[in-house]
């Protein structure tokens, strides 16, 4: 498994590692008529396109955090010179 440990990337590679995995195990289980090696690929794949749609989830989160964020303080500051105004 690829692992890239920075926060960004780190779902992401190991998800699309697991998707390459899989489709090579599950590749191999084809050509060679080993079910289960072809179910494990299978599961596998999955497993991959799981993780990237957690972390694909988890970028949007954090997003819409970081705008809430910002319009917090806006609106803190505001406030503030509101107040200092009276």
């Not at 690829?2 to 289980?29: I, L, N, R």
């Amino acid at each position: 498994m690829v692992a890239v440990h920075d926060e960004e990337g780190w779902y992401a590679m190991s998800g699309k590692s697991d998707q390459v995995k899989g489709q090579v195990k599950e590749a191999a289980g084809v050509l060679t008529g080993d079910k289960d090696l072809e179910s494990e690929g299978k599961q596998d794949r999955r497993t991959g396109e799981a993780k990237e749609k957690i972390d694909h989830a988890k970028d949007k989160a954090d997003e819409v955090i970081d705008v809430t964020k910002d319009k917090v303080e806006e609106v803190a500051e505001k406030t503030k010179d509101a107040l200092h105004r009276k």
